[in-house]
């Protein structure tokens, strides 16, 4: 799983497993260790008490949670994204976007897109 971060906005990419893992399993988890054993988790989570994607961070992991009828039906389909705006107090709002990985279009030395999905622009020959 790939996480990017940036301003107010949080942007997760999944893998085929990764998908099938959240859709069969409710949840997919990884993190990132930093010296003197401290570690961020971040974890995409599907649950039937959602209306509305949403972001938590607690004790260094942050936690998106998914409606479970929308991740199925993402999972299930050519749907590449779920996306949602989370409303904080202080009317800040941070942008949500949970991406399925696509292989470059451009081989890349050393990455294995070997479990990425196909490019839809692929078939049309573009490249990067």
């Not at 940036?6 to 497993?17: A, F, G, I, P």
Request: hydrophobic residues 35%.
């Amino acid at each position: 799983m790939k996480l990017r971060i940036r301003d107010n906005s949080v942007r997760l990419r999944l893998t085929r497993t990764e998908v099938d893992q959240l859709r069969d399993d409710g949840v997919v988890a990884s993190r990132t260790a930093f010296p003197g054993g401290r570690e961020f988790r971040y974890e995409v989570e599907s649950s039937p008490a959602s209306v509305n994607p949403g972001a938590f961070l607690s004790d260094s992991k942050m936690t998106v949670r998914l409606p479970e009828a929308t991740v199925l039906a993402w999972a299930n389909s050519e749907q590449v994204s779920i996306d949602g705006e989370q409303q904080h107090k202080n009317g800040e709002v941070l942008n949500i976007l949970v991406e399925k990985d696509f292989a470059c279009l451009a081989p890349r030395e050393g990455e294995d897109e070997s479990d990425m999905f196909p490019h839809p622009a692929a078939e049309q020959g573009e490249t990067c």
